[in-house]
């Protein structure tokens, strides 16, 4: 994996989701031919863009795929709707991760700390611990502790997927320490993402309780759960607007580039939360999913109007509230709690009862089928989510999502490396199956 260190990647970010933010270019490159240094202050941006990518790109749009939210529906995407994928499908997706951002968050933590700036060396330390978390619960093993140092390691060795989640852990807590109290609308959140309450601390919190989630680790993610982000709008939320470049990049997929590769056309979730023609088993009647199945869907397509959930200037949510209500939830009930597991999953029911002006009834329930509804909620939710793909592998795909192969009995258990990997890393470990579980779901 030769990565260089990328100071202006903005053109890839570009290419790869066409998201612009104006602020963060401006005067980089008045003169391409004779390129200078940056702030950190402004690099951090790009840092941020490739975190949107990551979370809203192309890695959302498969993930939705291999778990049934959404349907494959022409040209290339019906080969990944029955998991026809290659290496080099998923290129793009790792040279975003390394190349367009953890490479320009190490370059601002070394301008953070000549400068002695902690809360820009918080803020990029919590965005590299999510890209490096994602890159191995996606992939499995990954480079990390040589990655990003072309000349020092050109050839970077591959770190054990839990040593990688675990060391982000502590990178995350190091972020938690140096961003105090900051607010991301005050600190280096725009305008990427949403002026809202959020806070880099709750929304660092909710990211371990997140990652220890999909470490199967239910006691410490409960405990960060709990310090997580405390209210809707606190949530943090990617900033989209009519301004070409800034578009939700569901709709740029949708609408401006690929329109018809990504539809719900018999999709597990359409077919889940269509109330007049439920032909999925639903374990929890809802009366509201009549307004939330307009809100997500048009007919068989995603909802692209400008009041629809993938509207143009719709924002997106990289993590919310409701994640972590419901992170919290399912802890709870795995650590024996189902008084604690309920209050934490009729929050979040009350929350979308206002969302949407309609019934969606609080439980009483409790055993296994507590499970599953918090489960499907999360499903249901937490649409277009990398998230929902790694509960279908963590659960053991506990609430039945159909597998769309028939020379197969279970989803994809993993993204598989980059050809671009295989091609230029000698510490490549070699091909593994997509169905292959990762270390953590094995």
Known sequence: ?????????FLSLLLLGNFSCKKYVEGLNDNPNSFTDAPG?????????????????????????????????????TNFDSYDMKSTDYDGIWSNAYSGGIAQTRIVQQKALESGNKVLLGVSQ?????????????????PYAQSSQPVEFPNPAYD???????????????????????????????????????????VAHSLKARYYLIAKDYTKARAEAKLGISAVDRSLMVFHSDTDGQRNLFYQFGVEQRGGYLTATRSFLRKM????????????????????????????ELNYADNGYFGKSASYPLIDWIENQLILAECEFRLGNEDGARTAFNA?????????????????IGGNTLLKVILEEKYISLIGSIQVYHDARRTNNILGIPIKNSTTNKIPQRFLYPQVEINTNKSFPGVISQFTATKVNS
């Open 348 to 364: 979040v029911r009350t929350e979308l009862g206002k969302r949407y002006s309609d019934d969606f009834p609080t439980v009483t």
């Open 273 to 300: 939360i269509n109330l007049s023609d439920i032909t999925a088993d639903r374990i929890l009647y809802t009366p509201g999913e009549q307004s939330r199945f307009a809100k997500y869907f048009a007919g068989n």
């Open 160 to 202: 054990d997927q839990k040593s990688v989640l675990e060391t982000a852990q502590a990178l995350f807590s190091q972020g938690i320490e140096n961003v105090g109290n900051g607010r991301v609308k005050d600190f280096y959140g725009s305008p990427v993402f949403v002026s809202n309450n959020a806070t880099w601390a709750q």
């Open 41 to 77: 202050e402004l690099i951090i941006g790009q840092a941020e863009l490739a975190w949107v990518l990551m979370g809203e790109g192309e890695t959302a749009r498969l993930s939705g795929v291999f778990t049934d939210q959404f349907t494959g529906f022409s040209n290339q995407f």
């Open 1 to 9: 994996m030769k990565m260089p260190v990328i100071k202006y990647s």
């Open 126 to 142: 919590i965005i590299e611990a999510s890209l490096i978390s994602e890159i191995a619960a996606l992939f499995g093993d990954a």
